[in-house]
Every structure is written in structure tokens, then in C-alpha cells.
């Protein structure tokens, strides 16, 4: 009894002393966290949940809340999705927990999912826009996944550690020399990052053999530091390099600098500041137009839209004194982060962005320089971006080829990937048919006539099957012919065609040894004129005429049955006339047209064509006036008479050759 009385003594004493002991160490792992030191917090904060007990679900939310954050920050969504279900789970969860589980989701690439977490957002924060943007991000995500871009990428695997290599940019401009971004164990500072668990980066180099094999990367000399150092670029002579050092140490945010250094034979000077920004402010990821006179970069200075802005300062030439820095605006920054600017030769600037519609993480953006000072901000689109985080991009010159970084699969958390668009290919299939029967038209010539200069010629198959390759950019023609039928023809184009594709023509021809029909030749009644929408048809009429510059046609207008045969033959002569000169007024020349009108004395026979509109008619009828009497009905007796008003042409000659020189 004493023994357990001495016990409870000495844990009354000693409990004040625990609680506040552990009340110090929970102090010191938020101030862990608020210095960005992420990696090291979490498992601070996952040994404090371990030690709360279970009652205290206040402090254990809380707790867990903090180690989804630290898991956000450090960049692991699958870990953060995790504890951020465990935080929402709890009735006194946070709005913000909600939020971030939805959006931890959309970079673990379950869109549909988020889309309902954003949702539920919605519910608890209806006036926080950012959930509608997420939602339609998440669709365009799947959308764009079902429809990518046809660019080839490659990871570097013989480059890429198992930790972060990234920012990948050409120090040759035959581009068999990369310099990049790495926190691998050959880094020269060796401290660990307390926000990734990772060694200082440092700038490495790596070269490429005939065989497109790259060296074993290693540190360049005279760049890097005992600090961090990355996110090289170089001018376009490639003489000078601008890279990031960031001098931090443990607690303590010292910023980063934009260093330069110039190239001496095969070295580099001792790198120098450029003094862009004040020390203890953040100036990265530099950028140097190929002019060398604007600087884009990365900071979070005041005046700008949010977290991270891109920037951009000036120099006149042989200078290395920089300008006031400029905020890019609106068109490109937001209230999320800019980061890793690249410009290229047309002034096209690429960067990346959480705050601009992606699809998930960072995605890599284009922007387009417009002459009002604005830009056109478009999203690269898989297989560039991904789910993940896409950044860092450099392209060979203007070729549509070149690298960027991904978090995406690969051999650790940042990865080099190659990217490369294919040459656009074209083929066209075309098929020739008749155009009463639907049937296939076998050893019929095809030509085709391309805006280039080009001229082929095909004969079609068994099938009436045709095939031809194709070049970008250019307007096509395809002409078909057959003895015993009119010339058919039909377009295409690959001018702004962005991907490979294959085009599907049908080309119809017209038997010559029936007369032909021209559709919708409508006058009022008892008049001669022609009303407007009759002019489509005969503009195909005078193409088709164009088209078959042999041929010499009869123009025939007929009528119905009512009134006297004599009126009906004088009107259907003036109708007949005044489309004859209505082709004249065209270019048609005269001696290919003669007009004839029918009147009444040749009414229409029924086909299956008439059939498939007037199914109460009977195919191979003629429509005389003794049958349509028979009809039941003034409506269907009225839509047989407007069959009999009709106007064809037929085929006389297919050996006329124009008296024009």
C-alpha cells in the first residue's frame, strides 16, 4: 500500500514536468514547420498524434491536419490525400482539410473524385471560387487525357537519380550538352534540405555520344557552391549563365540570388550576384531572352498577383546593370505560383503555374506575346503535362523538340524526360461512286491538284478505293473521272492541322445517260424569275460546268399539267431561257448551253428517290394528269404537280472545245 502511494506521489510531481516538456516539443515542431522545414515537422508531428490520447480529439485533428500539410508542402500527394481523409473525417474539421484532400486527389490523377470533393467544398466555402475552377480544371483534365497531343516523351534514364534532377538546359548548340538541376549524393553542399529530406542541389552537366547515350552527370566546376544552386540558363551565345543560390541555413530564410557567370575558353569565371532584388529576397529561375536584354524571373516581392509572380528586368547592350523589375500582369500570373520561365526565339514564353486551369499540380503553360502588350495563355496539354508536377522546359531552338522536368513515375520525385513532335502526317482514302446507286466506280481516274504545284493522278480499284499521301499546309483537290459520266470532285486541307491525320473522301458521279435534275429551281407562280434560293444550284450547275470543260448541255424546264398546253409551253421556254442566261451572266460560255422548254408533255416517272419523300406514290409511275387525278387527296395531288415542275439539264456533247485562246 505505501509501495503504490510513493508511486502516485512521485507521478503527481513528475506529471507537470512531462506535460510541459511535451508542450516545449510541440512548440518547436510548429516552429519546425513555419520555417519551411517540412520533411523534418512531419514525423514531429506524427510522434506527437502517437503520444495524444485519443479522448483529446481537438489536438489529434489538429495534429493531423498538420501532417497532411506537411506532406502538401513536401509534395507527396499520395501521403497527403491520406491524412487529409483522416482530417475531414472529424466534425470539427477544417474547411481548408476539405479543400486540399480535394485537390491531393487531382494530383494523384482521380479527377472524377476530386470533382466530387470540390463539390462538398462547395458546400462549406459556397463564395471561395477556386472550387469552381478545380471542377472545370478536373474536366478539361479528363478531356484533354482522352485527346492528347501527339508528342513523343522519353525518360532520360540514363541521367535521371533516384533523387530530384530537373531544369534541364542546352550548353551547345548542337544540344549534346545539358546542364541540370540535381540534389544526387555528388552535390557539393552536404547539408540536407529540411523542406525535401534531400542534399543541396547543385548544377551538373552531361553529354550525349554519337549512340544518344548521356555521360555519367557530373558537377560543373567553378558554379556551384556550399549553398543551393540550379535552374541554370544561358545567353544565346552561350557565354554567359545565369543560375539560383539560395543561401539558407537551419531556422533561417536567407532568399535567393540570381548569379551570373561569363565563359572563359572552356571555364567559368567565379559567378557573381546580379543584384536584381535586395539580399533576403527571393529572385529565381532565371530566364534570358535570346537578345540577352530581358531577364525573366521568378519572385514574391510585393506589387505582384499572389504567391510566386514572373518578373522581368532590362539591360541595354554590353551591360550587366538590370532595371527596375516588372510585374508580367495579370495574363500570366495568379494567385497560385509562377515558376521556371523559358523564352524562346519568337518571344513564346513558357512557364509554370498551379493557378492557371491544369491538370494537377504544376502544369507547363505557352504564352503568346500579343502587339497590345498582352499575352495568350494556353495549357500545354497531356502527354507534356500530366497529373503530376510538369515545369522546366527547354526546346532546341525552334524545333518542336527539347526537355522538361516531371514528378510523374519515373526514378525519383523530379525526373528529365525528352519530348519530341513527331512530322505531321497525311494520307486521304477516297472512295468514287455513282451518285443514283450508291455502287462503286472501279478503273475511274482520280487526279489530284494541291495549292503547292503539286500533280498526281490514280486509277481507283475494284472497290472504287483511292489513296494518297499528303503534305502539311496545303489546299487539295481531288478530280474524278469517267467515260460515261460528269467529273466529281471534292476538297481538303491540312493547313491548320495540328496532328497527324487521316481524311475519308467520297467523290459522286453523275451517269450522263439520263437527263439530271436540278434540285430547288423554284419560280413564282406563273412567272419566269428566278427567286434566290434557286441560285445554289445553280452555282454547283456552273461548277460543275467549269469542272467539265468538254461538255455541251440542253437546259429543260417543264410544268405541271394545269392550264393550257400552249401557256405551259411558252412559260417553260422562258423559264428554260432564263436559266441559260443566268449561266451566260456566269462565264458559261454560249455554245455550250441551249434552252428547251417541255411544257407539260414529259411528266416526271417515279423513282426510289421520290419514293424515300413520297412513300404514297408507286415506284416507275409517270406522273400524268390522269394519275395524279387518281391520287387521294389535294395535298398529295399538289405535291405531284410540284414533282412535274422541275428543271434538268442533259448531256449532248462530250467532245466541245472552247473558241477561247
Request: with cysteine.
Amino acid at each position: 500500500m505505501k509501495r503504490s502511494i510513493i508511486l502516485l506521489i512521485i507521478l503527481i510531481v513528475a506529471l507537470p514536468q512531462y506535460i510541459s516538456a511535451q508542450k516545449r516539443k510541440t512548440e518547436r515542431t510548429y516552429e519546425t514547420y513555419y520555417a519551411g522545414e517540412y520533411f523534418e515537422a512531419v514525423d514531429q508531428f506524427k510522434d506527437a498524434y502517437s503520444k495524444t490520447g485519443k479522448s483529446d480529439k481537438n489536438a489529434r485533428t489538429e495534429l493531423v491536419f498538420m501532417i497532411a500539410e506537411c506532406y502538401r508542402h513536401i509534395n507527396d500527394p499520395k501521403n497527403a490525400e491520406t491524412w487529409y481523409k483522416l482530417a475531414v473525417k472529424s466534425s470539427i474539421s477544417k474547411p481548408d482539410a476539405q479543400y486540399w484532400l480535394a485537390e491531393s486527389m487531382k494530383k494523384n490523377g482521380k479527377h472524377q473524385a476530386a470533382i466530387d470533393e470540390f463539390k462538398k467544398y462547395k458546400q462549406i466555402a459556397p463564395s471561395d471560387a477556386r472550387a469552381d475552377q478545380q471542377i472545370r480544371a478536373c474536366e478539361l483534365a479528363l478531356e484533354w487525357a482522352r485527346n492528347p497531343e501527339a508528342y513523343k516523351i522519353e525518360d532520360l534514364r540514363d541521367i535521371n537519380s533516384k533523387e530530384s534532377d530537373f531544369s534541364p538546359a542546352f550548353g551547345r548548340d548542337d544540344y549534346s550538352l545539358i546542364y541540370f538541376t540535381s540534389s544526387r549524393d555528388d552535390a557539393a553542399g552536404n547539408k540536407t534540405h529540411g523542406a525535401t529530406g534531400q542534399s543541396y542541389t547543385d548544377i551538373f552537366e552531361s553529354r550525349v555520344d554519337k549512340k544518344s547515350k548521356w555521360s555519367t552527370p557530373v558537377p560543373v566546376e567553378a558554379i556551384n557552391s556550399e549553398f543551393e544552386d540550379g535552374t541554370p540558363t544561358f545567353s544565346a551565345d552561350l557565354k554567359e549563365i545565369y543560375f539560383t543560390r539560395c543561401e539558407a541555413g537551419k531556422r533561417e530564410k536567407k532568399g535567393c540570388e540570381i548569379m551570373y557567370s561569363k565563359r572563359s575558353g572552356d571555364s567559368w569565371s567565379e559567378p557573381k550576384k546580379s543584384e536584381i532584388l535586395p539580399d533576403s529576397v527571393v529572385a529565381a529561375h532565371p530566364a534570358l531572352s535570346p537578345d540577352g536584354a530581358t531577364l525573366y524571373f521568378v519572385s514574391d516581392i510585393p506589387g505582384g498577383s499572389g504567391k510566386k509572380d514572373i518578373w522581368m528586368t532590362t539591360r541595354s547592350a554590353g551591360s550587366d546593370k538590370w532595371s527596375k523589375p516588372v510585374n508580367l500582369g495579370p495574363d500570366i500570373n495568379t494567385p497560385g505560383d509562377e515558376l521556371f520561365p523559358y523564352v524562346r526565339n519568337n518571344g513564346t514564353l513558357y512557364f509554370s503555374s498551379d493557378g492557371h486551369i491544369g491538370m494537377g499540380g504544376l502544369d507547363i503553360f505557352k504564352a503568346i506575346p500579343q502587339p497590345d502588350g498582352s499575352w495568350v495563355v494556353t495549357n500545354m496539354k497531356p502527354p507534356i503535362n500530366s497529373y503530376s508536377d510538369d515545369f522546366g522546359i527547354t526546346f532546341e531552338n525552334d524545333n518542336e523538340k527539347g526537355l522538361f522536368t516531371s514528378t510523374r513515375k519515373g526514378k525519383g520525385n523530379d525526373d528529365l524526360f525528352s519530348f519530341e513532335l513527331p512530322p505531321l502526317k497525311f494520307n486521304v482514302t477516297g472512295l468514287v461512286k455513282d451518285e443514283k446507286t450508291g455502287a462503286a466506280i472501279p478503273a475511274s481516274t482520280v487526279q489530284l491538284i494541291a495549292s503547292d504545284g503539286s500533280n498526281l493522278q490514280a486509277e481507283t480499284g475494284t472497290s472504287g478505293d483511292f489513296k494518297f499521301s499528303l503534305k502539311a499546309d496545303v489546299d487539295y483537290i481531288f478530280l474524278a473521272s469517267k467515260k460515261g459520266y460528269l467529273n466529281g470532285k471534292e476538297k481538303e486541307t491540312t493547313k491548320g492541322q495540328e496532328k497527324s491525320r487521316e481524311f475519308m473522301v467520297t467523290i459522286m458521279l453523275t451517269a450522263i445517260d439520263k437527263p439530271i435534275e436540278l434540285p430547288n429551281i423554284l419560280y413564282d407562280f406563273g412567272k419566269w424569275d428566278l427567286r434566290p434560293e434557286s441560285m445554289v444550284s445553280l452555282d454547283k450547275l456552273v461548277e460543275t460546268l467549269l469542272d467539265n470543260p468538254n461538255i455541251t448541255i440542253e437546259l429543260m424546264s417543264h410544268t405541271d399539267s394545269r392550264d393550257t398546253e400552249a401557256y405551259n409551253q411558252d412559260l417553260s421556254q422562258k423559264r428554260a431561257q432564263v436559266v441559260v442566261q443566268y449561266l451566260i451572266d456566269k462565264g458559261i460560255e454560249p455554245e455550250r448551253l441551249s434552252a428547251r422548254g417541255y411544257g407539260e408533255s414529259t411528266p416526271k416517272s417515279v423513282d426510289a428517290a421520290i419514293i424515300a419523300q413520297n412513300p404514297f406514290l408507286k415506284v416507275g409511275s409517270v406522273l400524268t394528269e390522269q394519275y395524279i387525278n387518281s391520287l387521294s387527296g389535294d395535298e398529295q395531288k399538289e405535291i405531284a404537280h410540284q414533282i412535274n415542275r422541275r428543271t434538268e439539264f442533259r448531256v449532248l456533247r462530250t467532245d466541245y472545245e472552247s473558241l477561247k485562246k
